[in-house]
């Protein structure tokens, strides 16, 4: 029996980690490296309508406890990925993750993500350092609601929206994407963030302000997943800080059926899925969980 099998929706997963989007997913061949190192899928990298320069260098920092990133959104637009997602797809399950200005825009992008292959499509409502996309879209829940339901109309394959934490009204939003159709919420993108090197009394980034994810964020994504458990009833996909099988599984606890890593991937490399899954199946073997249903939400009861 695989204790570790979990579907979101009609997703289904032999493993519940996934690798997140923007982490060593920008070409088919890397895809499919992450795909043999035991994630259960991968997300790309998320891609536009058209090719997309990134912002100046510097822009990604990691400490040991935080890791922010400016990138910007860099990418080849939709139809140059193509190739790379068909290299990916040979290999195993590939969410599309897209980003775009207008619904009818996403609607279009997620349309050839079908066409490539991807088992879902992920909607990028989030991204906190792509001005005019991403979460700027993502905080109005009419907008949200309406970017779901034109994308829902132009797929057959599920659509996600992966949602940002900065917002008072993330429930609203989860709702408005349940409300548009859609078939399961992603949380969280990164937080809105800022580092200063005092030496220079400047911003770090070139862009200032970037995207603040790995460690230190952790009990701000498990609390929004949390909340999403009581706002929505479609599937939930946990993401924020997850380095470890105790990480996960208190997002599985808040009411995930499956989860992402991103920052930690890139620190410890595509082995820390084996790592994990290794972690998971001891602690259900201890405490008795014969499934990740058996776990999901718990902590609410
Ligand atoms: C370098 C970098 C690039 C990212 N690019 C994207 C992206 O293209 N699309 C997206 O939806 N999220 C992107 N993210 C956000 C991650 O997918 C994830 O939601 C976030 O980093 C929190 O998870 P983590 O703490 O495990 O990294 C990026 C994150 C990092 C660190």
Redesign the pocket.
């Known amino acids: 029996m695989n204790r570790l099998a979990t579907a979101v929706g009609s997703v289904k997963l032999k493993r519940p980690g996934i690798v997140?989007?923007?982490?060593l997913d920008e070409t088919g061949p890397s895809m499919a490296r992450m795909l043999s190192g035991g994630a259960g899928a991968v997300v790309s990298?998320?891609i536009g309508s058209v090719a997309k320069g990134g912002h100046a260098n510097p822009n990604?920092i990691e400490t040991g406890c935080w890791?922010m990133?400016a990138?910007g959104?860099p990418n080849p637009g939709i139809d140059a990925f193509r190739e790379e997602m068909e290299v990916a797809v040979a290999a195993g399950k590939v969410i599309g993750?897209v980003y775009a200005a207008s619904p009818a825009e996403f609607a279009s992008l997620a349309g050839k993500m079908e066409d490539y292959g991807a088992a879902a499509v992920e909607l990028?409502l989030?991204?906190p350092h792509a001005a005019g996309f991403g979460m700027e879209m993502g905080t109005d829940p009419a907008m949200v609601r309406s970017i779901v339901s034109e994308t829902k109309d132009a797929v057959s394959i599920p659509v996600w929206a992966?949602l940002t934490p900065n917002t008072h009204i993330l429930a609203s939003i989860g709702r408005a994407v349940e409300d548009g159709g859609g078939d399961a919420v992603v949380a969280?993108?990164?937080l809105k963030a800022m580092h200063i090197v005092p030496e220079f009394g400047k911003p770090f980034l070139s862009n200032r302000f970037g995207?603040l994810?790995?460690r230190a964020?952790k009990p701000v994504g498990v609390r929004a997943v949390f909340d999403l458990r009581s706002a929505v009833s479609i599937p939930i996909v946990g993401?924020?800080?997850?380095y470890g099988h105790r990480d996960a599984l208190e997002y599985i606890m808040a009411g995930a059926c499956a989860f992402?890593?991103?920052?930690?991937v890139s620190e410890m490399g595509p082995g820390i899925f084996e790592s994990i899954n290794a972690g998971l199946k001891e602690f259900m073997a201890e405490f008795g969980y014969k499934s990740i249903k058996d776990m999901e939400g718990i902590a609410h009861e």
Request: charged share 5%; hydrophobic share 35%; proline share 0%.
């Open positions: 997140a989007s923007g982490i990298k998320s990604f890791t990133n990138m959104l993750s990028n989030s991204c992966k969280i993108n990164t995207g994810s790995g964020i993401v924020g800080g997850i992402q890593v991103g920052s930690a």
